[in-house]
Each structure stands twice: as C-alpha cells, then as structure tokens.
C-alpha cells in the first residue's frame, strides 16, 4: 500500500533553516509528481509547493516563493522541502502528498505530517 | 487569486440523516474541484475530485456536483465515522495555483 513518511521537523528560531523529507514506498515514485501541503495548528490547509515527476517543474505558493525548495531524489524515493528565512507564520505541519488527477493537481495520497515550530 | 467559500461554517446533524455541504468559487474553475475529509490528529484523505468523481475505496454515500462556481458534496446518510472536517480544493490550469476552502465541521447533534 502506498505509505509517505515525513520527518525533518522540529523547532527552529525566525530566521532559521530546516529541510523535511518524505520517504515514499507502495507506488511508483520515480512516476509521480508531489507535493508539500501545510496546516497551521488549529487552521486549514495550505498548498506550499509542487514538483514534477523528473524535477523538470516546480512550482510554489507566493507565501514561501524565495524562501523555500522541493526538490526529490528518484533514486532513493524520497521527496524533500528545504525551508529557509523561517517565519513565525511558517508554523504547521507539513503533509507530502502524491499527486492525482489530471496533471497531478489534486492530492491523491498523504503522509501522517511532521510538525515545525518557528519561535524564539 | 481564486478564493473559496464554504458553507456551513459548522453543519449538526444526527447519524442516518443527509448531510449537504456547499463550496463556492469566486470565479469559475469548470469541474476542477475536490474535496477532502480530514478527522482530529489524521491527515486528509481525498474523496472527490473533478467535482464527482469519487476517489478509490470511497463509499457511495459521498457525492459531489457541480461546475463553474457552485459545487456541493452530499453525504446522503451519514456514518458515526463521517464526522469530520471537509475541505474543497480548486486546482487552476496550469501553472499550478492551487487553494483550499476554509473548511466545514460536521458535527454530531
């Protein structure tokens, strides 16, 4: 069955840097776009960032644009979100999520999430 | 950007019954709407997408239709396990520009 593992999160200072990670297994990684999608606590969902199945493509929210990075490694199945210049509003956990539907833009699959904390 | 509207806020209903939940765009985005069911410490879980098209393993009591700008999910007789937030999400044509509504909680009257 497909499973998506996060993990990376914690808590960082304003300013700070943290890269998250999601393992992914049951279904053919190298052929799939992902995605990050956050939830701040108590909040809704939030889109953060996409990336193609080859990394040919990436596209991000305008709230993280410049700050954050996708990024994936096909060869160990693993997708990943370099999170730079933290916000306290960056606060959340964090989902990765396989792509579904007509060009990938629907979340088909999540993972459990990790949680980050931005705060002094 | 285009926003999301849902509506209820908070919808109390008592197992057995019909549950219609309602998700409005602020501009059309044709049949390119899902929804999602989220319960307390779970992730989402998609349920619907292009508007009616349920996802895998989803039971038939879940519905959903709807086009351009109004859109609904019917849940026509709901489970204690139904209980839980729901959120529509829009994805627009490419490039991606993806946003979600801001939920409807189904509570147990």
């Known amino acids: 069955q497909v499973q998506l593992v996060e993990s990376g999160g914690g808590v960082v200072q304003p300013g700070g840097s943290l890269r998250l990670s999601c393992a992914a297994s049951?279904?053919?990684?190298?052929?799939?776009?992902m995605h990050w999608v956050r939830q701040a606590p108590g909040g809704g969902l939030d889109w953060v960032a996409f990336?193609?199945?080859?990394?040919?493509?990436?596209y991000y929210a305008d709230s993280v644009k410049g700050r954050f990075t996708i990024s994936r490694d096909n060869s160990k199945n693993t997708l990943y979100l370099q999170m730079n210049s933290l916000r306290s509003e960056d606060t959340g956990v964090y989902y990765c999520?396989?792509?579904?539907?007509?060009?990938?833009?629907?979340?088909?699959?999540w993972g459990q999430g990790t949680l980050v904390i931005v705060s002094s | 950007d285009i926003v999301l509207t849902q509506s209820p806020a908070t919808l109390s209903l008592s197992p057995g019954e019909r549950a219609t939940l309602s998700c409005r765009a602020t501009q059309s985005v044709s049949s390119y709407l899902a929804w999602y069911q989220q319960k307390p410490g779970q992730a989402p879980r998609l349920l619907i997408y292009?508007?009616?098209n349920r996802a895998t393993g989803i039971p038939a009591r879940f519905s959903g239709s709807g086009s351009g700008t109004d859109f609904t999910l019917t849940i026509s007789s709901l489970e204690p396990e139904d209980f839980a937030v729901y959120y529509c999400?829009?994805?627009?044509?490419?490039?991606?520009?993806?946003?979600f509504g801001q939920g409807t909680r189904l509570d147990i009257k």
């Open positions: 999400q829009q994805r627009s044509n490419w490039p991606p520009l993806i946003t």
């Open positions: 990336i193609w199945f080859d990394g040919s493509d990436r």
């Open positions: 049951g279904f053919t990684f190298s052929t799939s776009a």
């Open positions: 999520a396989k792509g579904g539907g007509y060009r990938a833009l629907y979340f088909q699959y």
């Open positions: 292009d508007a009616s």
